[in-house]
């Protein structure tokens, strides 16, 4: 029963909600629409910001929950809550879609209200999977996710974007369908659709090898790992920038945060068994990709494949966990790993995004995202160079930004379970700078490339708030990432010794 | 223990931060002067109180500090905080770095003064103040990757200062790009540190450390590897990159891309240095592998003299002197391979006043020249600039360590020092080093006599074209004379008392301070040598005293070496100047591996640079594009088009068609049914 202010329903519906009112808007008084549409999405996070101030740090328990008989029959349950995993990945949601509002402020003309409805009903959406605590309710919100973001990248995006969008939805689709079969099965042996049920429910070797194998379809798909990650480039270079913002920085979460939630506490031991396959993904994920990325032509697929090459550290941090407890028969040490992967998601969600914002800064001049089509920009736009730097260091993961902490954690903790683990994963020191700052130097340093650079303008106060609004907390949790890490260990704890208690 | 004290470290820290960040995000709305009165007023505090922390350690016996400022992140039982130690060694290195990046300071005012990023350039030189600070006053691994990080950031941005240049940007990435090579080694060590330790401070860590000696991990498997070792040669990795150690030495020479005043402080303070501090701060980690030391040791021995020989067939003044650096900083590198830290700092410390001195004195000539910068259009400059002259002359006497100059002291401690070791490599290093003398002498003082000496390469026309000379590529001999619109004349204040500034403790710091800080036990605790390794020990019984140092230099080989050097230099370039262009015709295969640098920029960008770009696009191309992409997404979306083409077939209306399945679907029961 709810006795407290519902603020995790509020934060599904009252986007939702949001979103039609703009949509009925577009009709009524179309010039409202940016500004009812930044009312709701500032609204919102406002809302969300007592998740942190009144977050309890010292338990693992779940928070703010909700829980209401959905449909009896089935044992279905509208059932929320939050815990310091998904807490600051909420925070993040809400956070980005304020900016992605501003971002698409006086660029996005055609079909505004449809516009920033879909944003709106998509954060919805998105910060009801990550407090969903029932499986059916978190897979039905896990689906229906898909489509604001399909429209969203066939209405605006770019020429092939039905191509892009089809594979897109595949894709994500394909994979899960196998997690509606897994949670379908747990359902019927345990006659509920409770997640924390799931986690405590025995299972046999075959069963969890068959359920991991189910959610890392569905996961390895959003995260994306390697070999399933080629819809993302197709689909960022065709979404218009507010959707490749969402896409990185909060679309992938979700398979990471899938990871967490179901896989490792539900199927422990075949985590534990298969971990050599993630690990090997993820640094496949880390080396193939970081050197595919150097080679790019494409600011957006650049950017994409870095996504993924960072994604890959996030997984690495959740599963060198196994390798360390097999060695040393101990959990201690593995917290850092996992923690390490969470604050590099939402590093990444930061970083990725400004950096999807940045490239859609130039678009908007140039319409193009070829690096070729540029060169010398930082003539012409010496404040925006600032903040392209900034957050080019930041993917780098130079320390003082937060896309070092997640890469230093994890790197750090890899070293523990295997030296030649680590060894593979810093790789990303000399390929993540070399793709990042090669773009740098050829899209903003140098002579005025062209006749079409030398028109530019540098960004305006709109644009400047955007970037700026990226740049706090990237630089804020590199100084001082303690807090986030507080919010987290609690949980994250808890998870670990989940993880490493079988269930045969 | 003085209260006070961990608010001065903060502010000593800070102030250049500070200053850089008002410099740098006011940059708009602050007048040209501001700027450089803000940070140099930035970093005169942190070099006042730098001085006066040194002071109370030496005179007023202040002891050590080890404080933490905040806690980073906590994680379990690991602490990642930033903090401070402050120890002998660190007062040290904050008292040089700020000195010097303060005489950079006054001198960019007047080197940069026509340049429209001057207060650009303000912010970002104070920024590598700070970051360099952070780096030497850090208590724990965290905070000294930060720093080390941080300068490599700023370096970047400082080398790829004139970012319209392709060749500064290019020297800019490459800088940054080699650096990260070396951070892969350094992180992985640090990794290991803390899977060892369990912690990332030094006090921890250092306390840990006798425990680590016996320890082995398997690299490779039934392959045993002494676990000290391994770190110590990962963390070396790192100082190989940072202090540009053969091979990771190719980004140094091309930094010369930068402005002068920032070549000085890379050079001399801020960046170079990094690497060597590392080593010495990590002592009691080194000392506990004979065969890391050694690598340091060879490694050090290849640089100094290798490098030194390529220094001999540059022309232009800034890479001389940059080909130096890599030659000095092998020296470093020796001393710290032979367990003598202390004479490696001491020549870090009498090297940063001789080359800050030096890269400002030829940038000085460099404004006089009109931002030419090869040495084949100079010479007989002395008469036009006689305090640069003065001051240049002291430097390359500091440099090539002539008895009495600040180089001397350190260099001879380091060639004895090496002569006395039992390391493995010791002999191969001490000739690398004993020839490395006569080296430096030879392009320091060609360098020297090209630039103020025999006749003036160049024209003076005045009310003639602007020729501001940026490159040309001319032939490697007979360049055409340049053109000077001005007679060169002497530099302007605000450069030439940075230049005495420098030039007086290039004359005297050596004799003043070789007593106390090697000999007299100066570093107390914060560098800790094992008792079977004692070269400096015996050093000491050997040392009586500065005056005495100088006249036993007579009877030893380098003081010939580095005069046969020198008169080298001047037969060569002064009595008879035809004769390197035929000496260069004559060992042609030498000169062109010395004029292409022993190839490894060919083989870099042939192997690492092209290596990169073709396994990515092979990767990209053929495993995303043709097998992922083509083979198993669209394959599978082809397989379920044909897939579904072949059922259609199956339904095709006709009623026929059903009729003839269903009578082979039963003949096919009922044989079965009949046959089984």
């Known amino acids: 029963m709810t006795t407290h202010f519902p603020i995790l329903s509020v934060l599904l519906w009252l986007p939702i909600a949001g979103g039609v009112i703009v949509l009925l808007a577009g009709r009524v008084a179309p010039r409202s629409v940016r500004w009812l549409a930044l009312f709701f999405s500032v609204l919102v996070f406002a809302v969300s910001v007592p998740l942190w101030t009144q977050f309890n740090t010292g338990t693992a328990a779940m928070q703010f929950v909700e829980n209401l008989p959905w449909i009896r029959t089935f044992h279905v349950h509208y059932h929320l809550g939050v815990d310091g995993i998904s807490m600051p990945l909420i925070l993040l949601t809400t956070f980005m879609t304020v900016l992605v509002v501003i971002a698409g402020w006086e660029v996005v003309h055609y079909k505004l209200a449809q516009y920033m409805a879909a944003f709106l009903i998509m954060e919805g959406l998105m910060n009801g999977v990550f407090s969903a605590l029932d499986g059916l309710l978190f897979y039905v919100l896990w689906e229906a996710m898909l489509i604001p973001m399909f429209l969203i990248i066939g209405i605006w995006g770019g020429p092939r974007r039905v191509y892009a969008s089809i594979k897109f939805f595949l894709y994500t689709f394909l994979g899960s369908v196998f997690m509606l079969v897994a949670i379908i099965y747990m359902y019927v042996k345990s006659g509920s659709y409770d997640i924390l049920t799931f986690q405590q429910m025995p299972l046999g070797m075959t069963a969890q090898a068959l359920i991991f194998l189910a959610f890392l379809a569905a996961f390895a798909v959003k995260v994306p790992m390697w070999p399933v990650h080629t819809w993302l480039p197709d689909a960022h270079v065709e979404a218009p920038t507010g959707g490749s913002v969402i896409l990185a920085a909060i679309l992938l979460k979700m398979g990471a945060y899938g990871f967490l939630r179901f896989s490792l506490p539900i199927a422990p031991d075949a985590s534990h068994a298969l971990m050599w396959l993630v690990i090997a993904l993820s640094l496949i994920a880390i080396i193939y990709i970081g050197f595919v990325a150097v080679v790019q032509t494409d600011m957006k697929k650049l950017v994409a494949y870095s996504s993924i090459a960072h994604m890959g550290f996030v997984t690495l941090g959740f599963f060198i966990l196994f390798v360390i407890f097999e060695k040393t028969a101990s959990t201690s040490g593995t917290v850092m790993g996992v923690e390490g992967g969470l604050v590099q998601m939402i590093s990444h969600g930061f970083v990725s995004g400004a950096l999807f914002l940045c490239v859609g800064v130039l678009y908007d001049r140039l319409h193009t995202r070829e690096i070729n089509a540029y060169g010398g920009v930082i003539n012409m736009m010496p404040a925006f160079a600032f903040f392209m730097v900034l957050f080019a260091m930041a993917n780098v993961g130079l320390p003082g930004t937060s896309g070092f902490v997640g890469e230093w954690m994890v790197i750090l903790t890899s070293m523990k379970a295997n030296f030649w683990i680590a060894f593979g994963a810093a790789f990303t020191l000399f390929l993540g700078a070399a793709y990042t700052l090669w773009l740098v130097k050829r899209v903003l340093y140098g002579p005025v490339g062209n006749d079409h650079v030398a028109t530019m303008q540098d960004i305006s106060k709109r644009e400047f708030i955007v970037l700026g609004l990226c740049a706090i907390p990237v630089v804020v949790i590199g100084i001082w990432p303690a807090p986030l890490l507080n919010v987290m260990h609690a949980s994250v704890v808890n998870l670990v010794h989940q993880a490493v208690q079988s269930k045969l | ?676």
């Open chain 2, 1 to 676: 223990m003085n209260p006070a004290m961990p608010t001065i470290f903060l502010i000593i820290v800070l102030a250049p931060l500070a200053a850089a960040v008002i410099a740098g995000i006011f940059m708009r709305f602050i007048p040209r002067h501001f700027s450089h009165w803000v940070t140099i007023l930035g970093v005169a505090v942190s070099f006042v109180l730098s001085v006066y922390v040194l002071w109370q350690m030496l005179y007023n016996s202040m002891g050590n500090f080890n404080v933490t400022v905040y806690n980073w992140g906590v994680v379990g039982n690991v602490q990642f905080q930033v903090g401070f130690l402050v120890d002998r060694l660190t007062a040290l290195m904050i008292t040089v770095v700020s000195f010097v990046s303060l005489m950079v300071h006054i001198y960019t005012i007047g080197y940069m003064a026509d340049d429209p990023g001057y207060k650009r350039f303000f912010s970002y030189i104070a920024l590598f103040t700070f970051a360099m600070l952070m780096l030497v006053m850090a208590n724990n691994f965290l905070q000294l990757f930060f720093g080390w990080e941080a300068v490599g950031l700023v370096s970047y941005l400082l080398i790829g200062f004139w970012y319209t240049r392709p060749t500064a940007i290019y020297a800019g990435l490459k800088a940054f790009l080699v650096n990260r090579v070396g951070d892969f080694g350094f992180l992985l060590g640090i990794a290991l540190v803390l899977t060892y330790s369990g912690s990332v401070n030094y006090a921890a860590v250092f306390a840990y450390a006798p425990q680590l000696a016996g320890q082995h991990m398997q690299l490779f498997p039934g392959l045993a590897w002494s676990v000290p070792t391994v770190i110590c040669i990962l963390l070396f990795v790192g100082a190989m990159g940072k202090s540009a150690q053969v091979p990771l030495h190719v980004w140094l020479p091309d930094s010369m891309e930068g402005p002068t005043p920032i070549s000085a402080l890379i050079h001399a303070a801020t960046m170079v240095t990094a690497g060597i501090f590392m080593v010495a701060r990590m002592s009691p980690l080194f000392e506990l592998s004979d065969t890391a030391l050694s690598v340091v040791m060879i490694v050090g021995a290849i640089t100094a003299f290798f490098m030194g020989l390529v220094g001999i067939v540059q022309n232009d003044i800034k890479r001389v002197i940059a080909y130096s650096t890599l030659s000095q900083l092998g020296y470093m590198a020796v001393a710290l391979g032979a367990s003598a830290y202390a004479a490696g700092i001491f020549h870090l410390m009498t090297h940063a006043f001789f080359k800050a001195l030096l890269f400002l004195a030829a940038g000085s000539v460099i404004i006089a020249m009109h931002h030419e910068q090869d040495m084949r259009r100079m010479g007989g400059l002395r008469k036009y600039m006689p305090i640069t002259y003065i001051t240049f002359l002291i430097g390359s006497l500091a440099l090539i360590a002539f008895p009495g100059f600040a180089g001397f002291f350190s260099k001879d401690t380091i060639i004895a020092a090496v002569h006395d070791s039992q390391r493995a490599g010791a002999s191969f290093a001490y000739w690398c080093v004993l020839l490395g003398v006569f080296v430096t002498a030879l392009y320091t003082f060609r360098m020297f006599f090209m630039t103020f000496h025999g006749k003036e390469r160049f024209v003076v026309e005045p009310g003639g074209k602007h020729d501001h000379g940026h490159e040309d590529h001319a032939s490697e001999e007979h360049l055409a004379p340049g053109h000077l619109a001005h007679p060169p004349k002497e530099s302007p204040w605000v450069v030439t008392v940075p230049l005495i500034l420098l030039a007086i403790p290039s004359l005297f710091i050596g004799w003043l301070t070789i007593q106390p800080v090697l000999y007299g036990g100066f570093f107390g605790s914060s560098i800790y040598v094992a008792p079977n390794h004692h070269v400096m020990q015996r050093l000491t019984d050997e040392f009586h005293g500065a005056a005495n140092m100088v006249r036993e230099s007579v009877t030893s080989p380098a003081l010939y070496l580095a005069l046969a050097g020198v008169l080298v230099a001047w037969f060569f370039y002064l009595y008879a100047p035809q004769l390197p262009a035929l000496l260069a015709q004559k060992l042609n295969a030498f000169y062109q591996l010395l004029i292409h640098k022993f190839y490894f920029d060919e083989i870099y960008a042939f192997f690492i640079a092209g290596g990169t770009r073709g396994l990515g696009n092979a990767l990209w191309k053929g495993g995303d594009g043709v097998v992922i992409d083509g083979v198993l997404v669209n394959g599978s979306a082809r397989a379920v088009g044909w897939l579904s083409g072949v059922l259609r077939r199956g339904q095709s209306g006709y009623l026929y068609h059903y009729a003839f399945a269903m009578i082979v679907g039963l003949c096919l029961l009922l044989g079965w049914l009949l046959l089984r």
